[in-house]
Nanobody, 119 residues
Framework: QVQLVESGGGLVQAGGSLRLSCAAS????????MGWYRQAPGKRRELVAI???????NYADSVKGRFTLSRDDAKNTVYLQMNSLKPEDTAVYYC?????????????WGQGTQVTVSS
């Protein structure tokens, strides 16, 4: 089991920055994938950025060059630095962790944090 707690969301003007944090309840060293998704009103949840295979970062095309994913294994925390924010980045941002064990794959989600970008 992994509990994920997100923080750092809020209201910001276009062009501004926010940093989201996702703290896991246990070591993330052995977690197979961990990162961020988002869901805007009336839209499907979509990948924003995720670590896979350890330290490989994958980004959605819409955030490349603006968002940066990082991790601090000592704090069991993954961060999403969001710069040059746009109104279309407005969404609830969810942290996700994927653990693959001999019993199968387990997906864990945080409760979400609201990001609102005003024009």
């Amino acid at each position: 089991q992994v509990q994920l707690v997100e923080s750092g969301g809020g209201l910001v003007q276009a062009g501004g920055s926010l940093r989201l944090s996702c703290a896991a309840s246990r070591s993330i060293f052995s977690i197979n994938a961990m990162g961020w998704y988002r869901q805007a009103p009336g839209k499907r949840r979509e990948l924003v950025a995720i670590f896979t295979s350890g330290s490989v970062r994958n980004y959605a095309d819409s955030v490349k060059g603006r968002f940066t994913l990082s991790r601090d294994d000592a704090k069991n925390t993954v961060y999403l630095q969001m710069n040059s924010l746009k109104p279309e980045d407005t969404a609830v941002y969810y942290c996700k962790a994927v653990a693959v064990t001999s019993a199968g794959q387990f997906d864990y989600w945080g409760q979400g944090t609201q990001v609102t970008v005003s024009s």
